[in-house]
């Protein structure tokens, strides 16, 4: 489903950055970065400042990071044990052959998912459509959507990963979304009218526009929402170091709220990673139909090199995944997001 790398060059200069300021808010509603043949140019006024690790800590469970140490959460909607299953195909809807469970590492229990990254691919999607489990997750309208969705989980970041200084880079890792219209691709330009779909896609970066030290990477969110018309790529400066180790992430998305089809621009995405609150978007125009709200989550491979930067075989894991829907969603998690269907 991902797009192949010449069709993101191509669209690349198009894109808007904008970086989070440390109190979460977005410099972008000042100030526009438009990327254009690796330089970011700006176009308005305002600076970019760094996000506090110590601020926005939400904690829901331990970073304790040893291999099994992460249980079920009791209060989440669907907490997934990956030991439960005998094959992938019973949680995730695939579009790639590029992964598989595997017992090490693993964060819960004795199974996780592995990424297999080969320079001769680079991409591949594996969603959990929600409407597929709709005894596990309750909280869904009648076509199987959620007006909100928070989920957590663990990903092993292998030190052989490319950073920035082995190039420029674009690492996709997430995925959510309606999967309708050419939104599905993870890239396109629906057109404007909020009945046919959207994505968003969580990454790594090490793009000049974003500028990481040369042993990591950047963090950002490739978006498409109907204020733009065509992919963005939302920034934090927050850094983060491939080190052989799992990290906690964690994703919160409650769409806009509309009356008939006028649409507000107050749809909400927080990117969470070990605890710290990294990207936090609160303008977002996706929807004015339960028919075109979140529909699917899950993890996404999608490695974009530029400027014919190189990479190499690794592999990731991705492992102890909690989905919240509604009211198991945690009140620190939705602090500062109202909405009329609450």
């Known amino acids: 489903m991902g797009p192949d790398q010449s069709t993101v060059e191509d669209n690349f200069d198009a894109e808007v950055a904008r970086t989070d300021d440390a109190t979460g808010t977005s410099i972008g509603r000042r100030s526009y970065l438009r990327l254009t043949a690796g330089v970011a140019t700006a176009l308005g006024t305002g600076a970019t400042t760094s ?9 829901r469970i331990a970073n304790e990071k040893q291999t099994g140490s992460v249980p079920s959460d009791g209060d989440a909607t669907w907490a997934i044990d990956y030991d439960d299953y005998s094959s992938t195909d019973q949680v995730h809807e695939w579009d790639s052959d590029s992964a598989d469970f595997v017992s090490s590492p693993s964060m819960r229990g004795n ?11 680079n991409h591949g999607n594996s969603i959990v459509r929600l409407g597929d489990f709709e005894d596990r997750l309750p ?8 007006y909100e969705c928070y989920y957590t989980t663990y990903i092993y970041m292998p030190s052989t990963m490319p950073t920035a200084g082995d190039g420029e880079y674009t690492m996709r890792f997430g995925f959510a979304g309606l999967s309708s219209g050419e939104a599905v691709s ?14 968003a896609a969580p990454m790594w970066t090490s793009h000049s526009g974003v500028n990481p030290s040369p042993d990591s990477l950047g963090y950002g969110l490739n ?19 491939p080190d052989d180790d799992w990290h906690k992430y964690d994703f919160y998305m409650n769409v806009n709220s509309w009356e008939g089809t006028s649409k507000d621009a107050n749809g909400v995405v927080k990117l969470w990673h070990d605890d710290n609150l990294v990207l936090h978007e609160d303008d977002l125009v996706l929807t004015h139909s339960e028919d075109n709200m979140i529909e699917y989550i899950g993890s996404q491979w999608n490695l974009l090199r530029y400027n014919g930067s190189a990479t190499s075989d690794f592999e990731w894991y991705w492992d102890a995944m909690d989905i919240y829907l509604g009211e198991d969603i945690p009140s620190d998690v939705r602090d500062g997001v109202e909405r009329p269907w609450w």
């Open 139 to 146: 909280e869904l309208t009648s076509t199987g959507h959620a």
């Open 111 to 121: 199974t996780s998912l592995e990424w297999r990254h080969r320079q001769e691919t």
């Open 186 to 199: 993870g890239s396109g330009s629906p057109p404007l009218d909020g009945t046919n779909g959207w994505y």
């Open 51 to 59: 996000v506090s690790a110590s601020d926005n800590a939400i904690g």
């Open 223 to 241: 978006f498409y929402d109907l204020n733009y018309g065509s992919s963005s790529n939302f920034y934090s400066d927050y850094e983060i170091t």
